[in-house]
């Protein structure tokens, strides 16, 4: 069975901290890796990732994959509180199957 | 603005009401998913349609639920008989096709409490 699994499930850090999520996946047919940041409201897209070794970046926020281990992280340097949010891993498995993993809730504090 | 739009965001519902949720994909979007969300877990997928069409279903249990996407108008989630395990937070997502690598577009949510 497909899965997804993300570490740490949560986070407590100050601002300024530099936090590393993680997220591994067995899948049968992988295609991408995305992340997202789910507020109160809307997940919204960060990255999609589909190569290895190739880092994406974004602010103070980049991610990178490995396909060969099958786990991806989210890097965020300089937390601020404002980063306070779940982290969604999803992995598209197949056409238009794609796979959440549990979240990771990150709690920046000032 | 041209974003994943549901409706209502909130909706209050008691046992063995019938609940309705909307969802407008983004303009272009003709691929709808749904997926549930309980508190503490990830997003669960429901249904994935395309205009007209059921795609994949298998994440809707069989009994009292039911989606359509029709020619006009939006994706409707139907809960029929609604029970408290109900409860939870139901988010529509779009893309604009089928293949690899397209990105889901996420709404708001609606927020289904049963009393």
């Known amino acids: 069975e497909d899965k997804v699994v993300q570490s740490p499930l949560s986070l407590v850090v100050h601002e300024g901290d530099t936090v590393t999520l993680n997220c591994s996946y067995e899948?049968?047919?992988?295609?991408?890796l995305l992340w997202y940041k789910q507020e109160k409201k809307a997940p919204t897209f960060l990255f999609m990732l589909?190569?290895?070794?190739i880092e994406k970046k974004s602010g103070r926020l980049s991610s990178i994959l490995d396909k060969k281990e099958l786990f991806s992280i989210l890097n965020i340097t300089a937390t601020q509180t404002g980063d306070s949010a779940i982290y969604l891993c999803?992995?598209?498995?197949?056409?238009?199957?794609?796979?959440f993993g549990t979240g990771t809730r990150l709690k920046v504090l000032a | 603005n041209a974003g994943v739009m549901q409706n209502p965001r909130h909706l209050v519902r008691r046992r063995g009401q019938e609940a309705r949720l909307r969802c407008s994909p983004m303009?272009?979007?003709?691929?709808v998913y749904w997926y549930r969300q309980l508190p503490e877990e990830g997003l669960k997928f429901m249904v994935y349609?395309?205009?007209?069409?059921?795609?994949?279903e298998s994440g809707m249990p069989k009994e009292r639920f039911s989606a359509e996407f029709p020619k006009e108008g939006p994706s409707i989630l139907r809960i029929q008989q609604v029970v408290r395990g109900d409860s939870a937070a139901y988010f529509c997502?779009?893309?604009?096709?089928?293949?690899?690598?397209?990105?889901?577009?996420f709404g708001s949510g609606t927020q289904l409490s049963v009393l």
């Open positions: 349609l395309q205009k007209e069409n059921i795609i994949d």
């Open positions: 999803a992995v598209e498995a197949g056409t238009y199957k794609y796979i």
């Open positions: 303009k272009g979007h003709s691929h």
């Open positions: 589909t190569s290895s070794g």
């Open positions: 899948v049968t047919n992988f295609r991408s």
């Open positions: 997502a779009s893309s604009s096709r089928q293949g690899t690598n397209e990105k889901l577009f």
